[in-house]
Nanobody, 127 residues
Framework: QVQLVESGGGLVQAGGSLRLSCGAS????????MGWFRQAPGQEREFVGA????????????YYADSVKGRFTILRDNAKNTVDLQMNSLKPEDTAAYYC????????????????WGQGTQVTVSS
């Protein structure tokens, strides 16, 4: 199974920005459809965004949860073998552990369609 590693979390004030990174040493990483999820204490893991390749992998299709649309952006850097999550205009309700995973099938917003979950990186937004 592919080992994913998230990094870039931290403490930031409301209105600030953070950039999370998800990387892997797997040489086929650039071929995978990827997703970002988050989980706050006592809550279920929820969908944040996804990068899905088109047929033929000529371009990527991006999907976002309504709660982050317009503030978060997924950026893929195949040279670095990473899928980043740029988070702007952060709010206290964005506080959570953030996870990346590989999408294997099914709905892109459903955790059941993913595997190879990373260990997560904590994001804390203070008011």
């Amino acid at each position: 199974q592919v080992q994913l590693v998230e990094s870039g979390g931290g403490l930031v004030q409301a209105g600030g920005s953070l950039r999370l990174s998800c990387g892997a040493s797997d040489r086929t990483f650039s071929m995978y459809d990827m997703g970002w999820f988050r989980q706050a204490p006592g809550q279920e893991r929820e969908f944040v965004g996804a990068f899905l390749w088109s047929v033929g992998r000529t371009y990527g299709r991006l999907y976002y949860a309504d709660s982050v649309k317009g503030r978060f952006t997924i950026l893929r850097d195949n040279a670095k073998n990473t899928v980043d999550l740029q988070m702007n205009s952060l709010k206290p309700e964005d506080t959570a552990a953030y996870y990346c995973a590989i999408h294997r099938g099914g709905s892109y917003y459903d955790t059941n369609g993913y595997d190879s979950w990373g260990q997560g990186t904590q994001v804390t937004v203070s008011s």
